[in-house]
């Protein structure tokens, strides 16, 4: 996930960059899915007031309603009136909204940030007239981003365009739900809670990024689409009709007005179904081509089946997925809405049809195809903060392969080898892949799975299957989870892992036990914690310099040792998790109370069965919350540097170091110079008296070089990291655990954080990832970074995150191929959780010219050849950028 | 030739998940030091025998930091308006044992190749990668020549053969028989570099420091080649860089696969030269004096590779090889 456009080198999480140069074994989608991409990449990301209006406008007509009956009623007003857009070629229908990449706000998160842009939107609508077309060029940068306004579209969020009569709409919208949002009633009873200030404190210093509860309530978590699949829409319709019949009039009556609510949301959902069937037939009635006409006349047969009946075939039951894919993006902001196993849960319908002959390969991946551009197309409209600072448009629809059944067998199989074909020919952003490592799995799928990460997308991502099975018994027992169904697993958005279920799906009576999602949200709770940051706080007792402000009362310690260090800035770690889980915990408990989830609930087992939404624990399993770190290599290898410079080799005092953080090393700062990466940094006048400590914080031990002093500081860092998020309770009263990945948070934490011990300069961007090298600083290899990664046990987090860039050169061919599995097998056998990898093309090359220190340890292979990318020299470099090049032809 | 003590060997590069250089994922050990110095090397660092500074001048601030802590006064700068430049007494610099310049640099424009290390430190790298390398991987020690340092190759050859690691060499050919033979037990493959079987062509672009000035080093290559084909019972492949207007004519070829046949062995690699070692020429202070070679063409490559193989010679082109 990344969201600066600038800095796309720093991948992690799930990133592709969004045109991609495939390098080796190079294929074309086909013509169809071909023509939805062109369309795509000419599409804006646009937003769309249809929903938001007739949802608000229902949610004031039934003031006084029981709460989740009026959430209900709203959301199937807004369901009924999205206008139904059928594309020319589409074999899969419907989307968020009537346009191609559409999204809309939900006010009833949060209305803040309209309400404060209130008056430059009127202005810019009202000068809108006056714009001329020349704008609309510069509108060409930042791929489907509306950047700036232009013509009669007004650019939100510099991201979102909206049409200039929809503007007054959005703001009276917008208004209705001033005080009533979950952001201002989380808000109002936060502040109840004891050490609020220091919560302020903290978000104000950056030290924690984002609340929890109004800006991504859902997400990071994988769907089921079980029940729709096996039932059909009027199947669950009757399942609640006789649950109601069942618990009316008895206690716990909650249980009905549930049922009742699924019941409103599903009608809204077949009416949206049905007037997507309705439009198709009006399609097919004015289509001249033979052709396109039965494709609409099937579309519209298959859809009108669907808006009741269970799916029939492969077809139907992908566009059954998509569909509730959709209904649930609808229904909250949503980041990281993870398909699962499609390949799994879709095996029974697309066997059965090949047994038939009512499908073949070709067919299938032409329909995986335009499966990849339907999710490609997901925008996501969150609260601006979150739009801009973790998302950055992507969404993180994580589509898993391999694993294991829940017998203990092998579970991939022929789709899935087609799903990785798909993503082979047909190169888009979404969903992104993830294959769950497990030695059972079969050679052939694990080198399929290579192949596709070789053509240089950055998927998929290598995850291990038994590290994850590991840290789900250990989270998940206590909540009656056995290994069998820990098998069901699968990771929910950018890389949580997630529990899941096995669903018995019958089909020609016989059952195939399917995995699904069994849990809410993860990655909710306590958001993105700045370890530099709070190093820096604990040495400058509690003091934030960069503003001059105060987040935490003194510590009291003297810092004469490095232990002092170590506890002092436990000390501070812990209040910051602490007055931010009780602050969460009740923006949280206002999203469950006005904002229930409905359609979600609807999917997840046992809502259904319990009777209660995923906000009352209705799920089978509820231990999700958890609490996010950014910054790990720098906080590592500056302690390592305090231990070795000022305590161990007594070079310098604390005192002296102070000194040199605040005076930045002698260089400029970041924001001065106004670039973020350490190459770039220009020095003072005065940097010489600085020169020496600088070097000496860059020399000192480093994380990612197998060095014993830097790695066990990162040992005794994780180890009490992990075990102390467990302290924590969640609004469900369950144990928190923690959670590793950057997102794209390492970017806006580093700006505030001054210069660090370990030589990083001020404002520059932490390293990304959890267990990844701070760019520049593993100088051993590949293997020396695995051993520093594995030093502790990755089982013990919800993730650990390695980013890794290799040269072509190195994986190049059938032996490249083979010889790159070794790699990734290898770190996985070691217990690696998770490890990715940017096969650089020659955009990359670039830009490692350019910037050479983030690229550091990127090695060019060639036979007995040693030497670093990086120190090639600009003439070698510009040779190997122009055969890259050639190569891709 | 430096004999280096029993105990530690001279290295300058340590270097995992290598995979061009024998079967699956490997560590290459370059030695420092070579008995040729052919003039398209790739890794000038690895020629001589003796540490060297690697400066990189884009990258110096030319704050005498450097200067001021030699204590041979083997650095100087000298100081004009359009460009600082700073010099080494590479003579003195190759005594040093204490490297003080690159311990001063705060620029990080100062290093120092070349390092030494004791077969336990080594070892227990290799130990370290051993985990990673997966099915078929192993060590490759190459350089710079590893039989300059006998000792040291033998002792580590051992150490891993008898730990069931998988041992390949690549070798220049160009040592006494000796500083082979106790070694050969300990080996499992052998990439063995053929150049070229005209004398003069030969010593204009590989000799600048040869060490057995009485043998003609063409007819020791040659005679080791043939010994090791004998004697060792593991796979032997044997290596050519294609230096076109050097080496990659008909005739050179044809002398080259008569020989490889006469050896009862059958595999050759090309290595297509390249210029990726270019800038490190800089970085040592040397010039580079194979700029002027072309880099051979696909086509050219291929004639070869079919030559070879009307000899019923196995030929692999570049890293496009089974292994």
Redesign the interface.
Known sequence: MNTDPQSHINYYGCEPGKEVSPREGKRQPTPRANEARELYFETKSSVSMEFPYWYTRRWEELEGEIPIIRRAEALKSGFEHLTPTIYPGELLAMGKASFLRGSYPMPWLSEAFFMAAEDKLYMEAQESGKLTADTFTTMGKGGGNVTKSSGRVISIAGKFGLRVEEVPIMLEVARKWKDKSVDDVGHKYEQLVPGYKEKEALMRSVICMFDSGYTLPQGREVMNYYYPLQFGIDGIIRNCEEGIADVAGYPEMDRLYFYKAVILMLEGIKQWVKNYAEEAIFLASIEKQEKQKTEYLEMAERLEWISSKPPRSFHEALQVLWLFHVAVLNEDAISGLSPGRVGQVLYPYWQRDMKNGSIDREKSLELLECMRIKFTEIDCFASMGVVGGVLSGNTFNNLCLGGLLKDGTSATNELEMLILEAGITCDTPQPTLSVLYDEKLPEEFLLKGVECTKIGTGYPAWVNNQVALEFLIGNYAHEGMALEEARAWAIGGCLETSPGSWMPLELDNEIHWIPGGSAPATSVGVHFLNLPKLLEVALFDGMDMRTGQRVFPSHGYKLNSYDEIWQAFKVYFSRACHVLTLTNNIQHDAWRKISPSLVNSMLKPDCLAKGKDIGQMGCRYNTTFNIESCGTANLVNSLSSLKQNVFTENNYSLDEYRKALLANFGYKTAQETGSYSLIDQVPTEDY?DW??I??QS?DAPKFGN?NQFVDEIMKDWEDWFCDMTHNYRSLYDQPMYACQISVSTHGPMGAVTLASPDGRLSGTTFSDGSVSAYPGTDK?????L??SATCWNHAKSQNSQLNMKIHP?????R??SR?F???I???L??GGFHVQFNIVDSRMLKQAQADPDKFRSL?????????YWV???K??QD??IARTEYEEL | MVQTKLAKGHLFDIQGFSVHDGPGCRTLIFFKGCSLACAWCSNPEGISFFPEPLYRNSKCTFDGLCMKSCPHGAISISRNEQNNTLTFDRGTCAKCTTYDCAKACCSGALNIAGFEISIEDLYATINRDRQYWGPGGGITLTGGEPFTQPEFAYNLLKRCFEAYIHTAIETCGNVPWKNYEKALPYIDWIFFDLKTFNESSFHNLTISQSHHSTHSPISLILENARRIAKEFQGRLIFRLPVIPGFNDDKGNISEMARFILSTGRNEVNLLPLHHLGREKYNLLGKKYQASDYNIPAKDELQEIADQFASFGITCYTGSETPF
Do not use: M
């Open positions: 010489r020169q020496k600088h070097r860059l197998d051993n290899g590949p293997y020396a695995f051993n050169s190195v994986v190049k061919g032996e490249g010889k599995l070794e790699l097998r290898a770190y056998r070691k090695l060019v292979r060639v036979a007995g050849f040693t030497q120190e090639l020299g003439q070698i040779e190997v």
